[in-house]
């Protein structure tokens, strides 16, 4: 999930070449950015810094 995010949200790949490097279909690759971002957003009144740690 972290890899999916960070290639997606850094890297700005597309979620297709996510799936191809990464083996996994596009809608898994969908998904698993969808749930980081949900636990982003669901901590980040609690943990301020989490975005910084999540992303190194």
């Known amino acids: 999930m972290k890899t999916a995010f960070y290639m997606h949200r850094i890297q700005h790949l597309t979620v297709a070449e996510i799936a191809q490097r990464l083996g996994s279909s596009e809608q898994t690759i969908r998904n698993q ?7 982003i957003r669901v ?9 910084l740690c999540f992303l190194y």
């Open 33 to 39: 950015i969808n749930t980081a971002l949900r636990k």
């Open 43 to 51: 901590h980040w009144h609690t943990v301020p810094f989490l975005l």
